[in-house]
C-alpha cells in the first residue's frame, strides 16, 4: 500500500503548539501545490479517484475524516483526527473521504500543479491500470 501515516513533532509551549512541514525534508516531496477542504458535512463522501503520478499529504487540521484507500488488491480505513497526524499518500492508490466531521478542515500538500488529465476517477479504470 502507497501511504503511510507519519506523526509530526509538535513545537509547543504554554502559547500553545505548532507544527512545520518542510518538503523533502520531513515529508517524501519537494510542495508545489497547497489547498484545503473546508465547510464539510458528514452525509457528503469526497475523493473516489486516484492520481497517476501525484504525492499528497494530508492533515485533518481541524475536525476528523476517515480515508479509504485501495491498491487494487487491498482496501483500508484510516481516520485522520489530529493536527500532528498527516497522511501520505503516493501515486496509484485509490482514494474515498467519508465521515466529516461537520466543519472539518483538511490541509493538503500536493507534489503537483493541478492536472484534471492525471486523476483517475473510474474505479474500473484504476484496476486496468494497477494490474497493467
Ligand atoms: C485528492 C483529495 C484528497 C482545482 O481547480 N484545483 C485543485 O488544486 C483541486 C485539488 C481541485 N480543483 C477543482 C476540481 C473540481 O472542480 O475543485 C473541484 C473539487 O475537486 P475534487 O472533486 O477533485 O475534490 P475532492 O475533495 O474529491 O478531491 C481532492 C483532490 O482533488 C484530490 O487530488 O486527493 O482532495
Not at 518542510?22 to 477542504?37: H, S
Not at 497526524?85 to 496509484?92: D, Q, R
Not at 473510474?122 to 494490474?131: A, H, P, T
Request: aromatic share 12%; hydrophobic share 35%.
Amino acid at each position: 500500500m502507497n501511504y503511510k501515516l507519519i506523526d509530526m513533532d509538535i513545537h509547543g509551549d504554554n502559547r500553545g503548539k505548532l507544527i512545520a512541514i518542510e518538503g523533502t525534508k520531513n515529508i517524501p516531496f519537494d510542495i508545489k501545490r497547497v489547498y484545503y477542504i473546508y465547510d464539510t458535512i458528514p452525509e457528503e463522501s469526497r475523493g473516489f479517484h486516484a492520481h497517476k503520478t501525484l504525492e499528497q499529504l494530508i492533515v485533518a487540521i481541524d475536525g476528523a475524516c476517515q480515508f479509504v484507500l485501495d491498491d487494487g488488491k487491498t482496501r483500508e480505513k484510516v481516520w485522520l483526527n489530529s493536527p500532528n497526524k498527516a497522511l501520505y499518500i503516493g501515486k496509484n492508490m485509490w482514494r474515498e473521504m467519508k465521515h466529516f466531521s461537520y466543519g472539518c478542515k483538511l490541509m493538503v500538500l500536493a507534489s503537483e500543479y493541478y492536472d484534471e488529465k492525471e486523476y483517475i476517477r473510474s474505479y474500473d479504470e484504476f484496476l486496468k491500470e494497477v494490474n497493467a
